[in-house]
């Protein structure tokens, strides 16, 4: 698995950015977004029961991540058109404010390491990736439990101080002087 230090894969995936056909559909690559960073997010499966919690849960906080220069990217190994039916008929997704990447020949997933050996789709799986496209963090769940997009958003703020963030630390708080 690809982790802190490494430079985040090159894609070119189609994505799902509206529930109305006419404009449902955007291709999205790793240059889409350049000098911002990303927070990259993988599920299992679309039309299942932890995954939306997740992913609502993270676009009710993409102000926050915008208002710190933070493009959110969710993905899965589905398809294009199984994100679009599956936000056009799930009311917690209906108006997400960030693409659903679909990688459904699992490129990007194979490549970051991240496919779940047994089930053959991508872990509960987040990074946080710089400007200049290095991965600053790594999170990995288990297929039956969700992550808290409220603790990357934490990472993140401390990630950009570019200081030493003691445990715990929240934004606007004092970082740490080496001595």
């Known amino acids: 698995m690809l982790t802190v230090g490494d430079k985040f894969p090159a894609f070119d995936l189609k994505a799902v950015v509206s529930t109305d056909m006419k404009e449902a559909f955007a291709q999205i690559t790793d240059r889409s977004f350049e000098g911002k960073w990303l927070v990259v997010f993988f599920w299992p499966k679309d039309f299942t029961f932890v995954c939306p919690t997740e992913?609502?849960?993270?676009?009710?906080?993409?102000?926050?991540?915008?208002?710190?220069?933070?493009?959110?990217?969710?993905?899965?190994?589905?398809?294009?058109?199984?994100?679009?039916?599956?936000?056009?008929?799930?009311?917690?997704?209906?108006?997400l404010p960030f693409p659903m990447l679909a990688d459904i020949k699992r490129e990007l997933s194979t490549e970051l390491g991240i496919l779940d050996k047994a089930e053959g789709v991508a872990l509960r799986a987040t990074f946080i990736v710089d400007p200049e496209g290095i991965i600053r963090f790594v999170s990995v769940n288990d297929l039956s439990v969700?992550?808290?997009?409220?603790?990357?958003?934490?990472?993140?703020?401390?990630?950009?101080?570019?200081?030493?963030?003691?445990?715990?630390?929240?934004k606007g708080q004092d970082t740490l002087q080496a001595a």
Request: hydrophobic share 40%; aromatic share 8%.
């Open 146 to 170: 969700g992550r808290n997009p409220q603790e990357v958003l934490r990472v993140l703020d401390a990630l950009q101080t570019d200081e030493l963030c003691p445990c715990n630390w929240q």
């Open 55 to 95: 992913i609502a849960a993270f676009g009710k906080l993409n102000g926050e991540f915008a208002d710190r220069d933070v493009q959110v990217l969710g993905a899965s190994t589905d398809s294009e058109f199984v994100h679009h039916a599956w936000r056009v008929h799930h009311d917690d997704l209906r108006d």
